[in-house]
């Protein structure tokens, strides 16, 4: 079945720790997304690439990296700059129709917890 | 103000009741809308895709889009317990930048 696989499922990070997140899709989408989702807020956007070796910032990019070196794979890595780094991270992607972006599907997520 | 907007409920209701749900925006140049539904530690699925002002439906769902208003519905037929979850409205131009709203809690008791 096609579809966005995220893992872990459940995250824990140190003071100071860098910790990755993983999204792969074979859904043989040209774009990937990564979101964070807060309670009672929408989802934010934090990295899009819309094809390989390329990536944008969101609008909360600050203390977050990314790397697009498959079409496959777009991880997430949270660095020790994130003060506020508990949230539930989102991978979405997508295809482009021929005028426009076709809707985002989305993995299940990734729970990150600061220790 | 954000672009789109959602009372967050929770709305609570009895099994095979009608459900609606609605957003409103704020942005002119908005012409795609979508209705995605996440259960909870679970990623939102894409119920319903529109394009500009009208009505669309898939079986017990209807999205209702006026463009005049800013105004996006999604109604939901003879409700079920399992359709008890979080609704999130979304929007976009055309681009890649989707905007989405905070989503509203449904629960549907039997």
């Known amino acids: 079945d096609g579809g966005i696989t995220q893992s872990p499922k459940y995250l824990f990070r140190k003071e100071g720790q860098n910790v990755t997140l993983s999204c792969e899709q074979n859904?043989?989408?040209?774009?990937m997304y990564w979101y964070r989702q807060d309670p009672g807020q929408g989802l934010r956007l934090i990295y899009y690439s819309q094809i390989v070796n390329d990536f944008q910032k969101g609008d909360i990019a600050e203390g977050y990296s990314v790397s697009r070196e498959k079409k496959e794979s777009f991880p997430l890595t949270v660095t020790s700059a994130q003060k506020n780094p508990t949230a539930f991270y989102l991978c979405?992607?997508?295809?482009?129709?021929?005028?426009?972006?076709?809707?985002?599907?989305f993995g299940d997520g990734t729970r990150l917890s600061i220790l | 103000q954000k672009e789109v907007e959602q009372d967050p409920g929770p709305l609570s209701v009895p099994e095979g009741a009608i459900v609606s749900l609605n957003c409103t925006y704020s942005?002119?140049?908005?012409?795609?809308f979508m209705w995605y539904r996440q259960y909870s530690r679970k990623g939102p699925e894409l119920l319903m895709y529109t394009y500009s002002s009208g009505n669309k439906e898939d079986g017990r769902f209807t999205a209702q889009v006026d463009k005049s208003s800013k105004y996006i519905s999604l109604f939901i037929r003879d409700s079920q317990p399992s359709d008890s979850a979080t609704y999130l409205c979304a929007s976009h131009t055309g681009g890649f930048k989707t905007i989405f709203g905070a989503g509203t809690r449904l629960f549907v008791k039997a």
């Open positions: 942005n002119s140049a908005f012409q795609y």
């Open positions: 859904l043989n989408h040209d774009a």
């Open positions: 979405a992607s997508s295809t482009q129709g021929a005028r426009r972006n076709q809707p985002q599907h």
